[in-house]
């Protein structure tokens, strides 16, 4: 379990590190171009969600529990890109998979 720590807040937001891995690449592409948004991600032990505004100027610390980086899932990134580029902000969401079409048999 990865650990997003934002702002002064002195408990870090825990994230799966795939996840999180993810999610910093999107977060740390969109403050490269100076864009803010919101970060938004359900909390399951309060039956609820909660949500931040991610800024250039608002601090953030990414810590993974694995020292080796996960292979990037592009699909998955580019959902999240997607989504954090809506009005609506990113939501943290469970990964996309992407299926591989069997091969066409041609008579």
């Known amino acids: 379990m990865g650990s997003l720590y934002y ?14 891995a993810h999610l910093k690449i999107v977060i740390s592409t969109k403050l490269r171009r100076n864009e803010s948004f919101t970060l938004s991600w359900v909390l399951p032990e ?23 980086s996960p292979k990037i899932n592009n699909r998955w990134l580019q959902d999240m890109m997607n989504s954090a580029n809506s009005s609506g902000g990113i939501s943290l969401v469970e990964e996309t998979i992407e299926v591989a079409q069997p091969d066409t048999v041609r008579s």
């Open 7 to 20: 702002a002064n807040e002195a408990e870090p937001i825990e994230i799966e590190d795939r996840a999180l």
């Open 46 to 68: 309060r039956a609820g969600r909660e949500t931040i505004w991610v800024h250039p100027s608002i601090p953030m610390r990414f810590i993974f529990d694995d020292a080796v």
